[in-house]
């Protein structure tokens, strides 16, 4: 039987890899930089946290969720994004009589059981930030300019920023009525799915797919225009601040989101090189989700993007060679007493900070050095009898040609000389 890996995962294969550790330096360097400290938390919590916060008709806890029950009988689910992890952690280890704004990032898989497609997969990387403990729209700049930040340092210029207002407790329910009536008339029209929602998350009908529904929703009333008075001043102030910022955001009153706990700012940003799933960032504010999960009542808002989705735009707009290996070693054996001090000589070199490799698989002097030049390998000796007798070598530069006579009890210092080594 042949495994294979299951259906919307992906192996990140070196060179590949190193150019993952890479965007990884870039993201937690601007992360540091806005002051964001690195949160992490487990690969699964239980189950009705993710409900409770996302909401029980999203299409992620509706849908797409890994769900499983441990032998104890608990359900536990894969953690299909990092918000309502942090609140947990925040609630559970008072993280609010630390600081009063509590600013964290973090960089992890994530698992969501959707339609495999390109940008699309089931285990899936998001780096996000969440600032805790602010209710200020300043606090919402912050985590836009940060996001922006992050594709800048990778090299990304062309996205657009995308902000809307959700509004809140007190303006939603009635704008929500009025959606309702304005979709009542073409309800038969609507998709099965949107019909779901007009009675279940009206405002979602605004972020279907289906060319009727969109058809059907031009000229909707939009949830921007029924703002209630702080709602309002919220938004313009966000606005504002990005503009002093020099942060170009259109304002886009269909983004609803599909997570159910955001209030008063949503934004997405997007990207035209990544296709259908436009979508490289996400986030907006939840000043409701900390007490809705048994804490003291605490504003919050927040971003995440996924890394894959940023990658293929990074290819498109700023591609990135992996990064070169640094110079290295082979320390190639001749014969069986050559083999020993040839390994000894390789552990002395790694542990003096230099990438060194040797032979494990018994070859010959002529396929080692072969070997020697597929790992990249600055320099190479050949250890045999006659150099574990005499104690000396010859070094050789595999760029240059050049020799070097060195004495076997130098070899680690003179390489670590050539290149700039520990
Ligand atoms: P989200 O919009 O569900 O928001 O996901 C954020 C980003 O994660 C998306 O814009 C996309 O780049 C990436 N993403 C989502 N699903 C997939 C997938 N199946 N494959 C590849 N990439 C994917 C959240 O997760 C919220 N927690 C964001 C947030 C943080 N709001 C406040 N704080």
Redesign the pocket.
Known sequence: MKFRSVKGTKDILPPESYLWQRTEETIRSVMHNFNYREIRTPAFEETSLFARSIGELTD?VGKEMYTFTDRSGTSLTLKP???AAVVRAYIQNNLGEQSSLVKVYYLSP?F?Q?RPQA????Q?H?Y?A?AIGGEGFSVDADVIALAVAVLEGAGISDYRVRVNSVGCGKCRPAYREELRAFFRPELDRLSEESRERYEQNVMRILDSKNDTDRELSIGAPLMKDHLCGECAAHFTGLRETLKLLGIDAEVDGTIV???DYYTKTAF?ITSADLGS?D??????R?DLLVAELGGKSTPA??????L??LLMVMEKQAPREAPALSPGIFIAAADEPGRKRALIKTMEARRGGIRAETDYLGRSLKSQMREADRQNALFSIVIGKKEVESGKGVLKNMQSGEEIPVTLDSLVAEVQKRTGGA
């Open positions: 992620i994004e990092m918000t994530m969501r959707e940008g699309r997969l089931r899936f998001q996000g969440e989101r599909g997570l997405e799933q979508a490289l960032v996400g986030g907006g939840y808002v927040g971003f995440a993007a996924g894959e989705r």
